[in-house]
């Protein structure tokens, strides 16, 4: 287990942005695939976006095309979902997840997770 962190959600009105953290104080994320989900109230967790071992981006949700981007920090111990445009459908709780390498929708392939952090869109 990673110890992953998620920090950065809150209360944001339509339009507005948040950037979430994913991060881990003992280890460097370079090295694995970090995937976003996110779960609605009701509904069950869906892949949201990923950065794979080599900064590949890969997009699960077409909602978020041109709204949400992903990018790792430096010092490769945090990657972030920059949310733009945020819309009331947005608002879950935002989980980070760790996969060897590689990305993936199936949310049983990755072995470690956050504990989420909640982004409520409403005004």
């Known amino acids: 287990q990673l110890q992953l962190v998620e920090s950065g959600g809150g209360l944001v009105q339509p339009g507005g942005s948040l950037r979430l953290s994913c991060a881990s104080s003992?280890?460097?994320?370079?090295?694995?695939?970090i995937g976003w989900f996110r779960q609605a109230p009701g509904k069950e967790r869906e892949p949201v976006l990923c950065i794979s071992s080599t900064g590949v981006d890969t997009y699960y949700a077409d909602s978020v095309k041109g709204r949400f981007t992903i990018s790792r920090g430096n010092g490769a111990k945090s990657v972030y979902l920059q949310m733009n445009s945020l819309k009331p459908e947005d608002t879950g709780v935002y989980f980070c997840?760790?996969?060897?390498?590689?990305?993936?929708?199936?949310?049983?392939?990755?072995?470690?997770w956050g504990q989420g952090t909640q982004v409520t869109v409403s005004s």
């Open positions: 003992k280890y460097t994320l370079e090295s694995y695939a």
């Open positions: 997840a760790a996969d060897t390498f590689y990305c993936s929708d199936n949310a049983g392939d990755y072995f470690s």
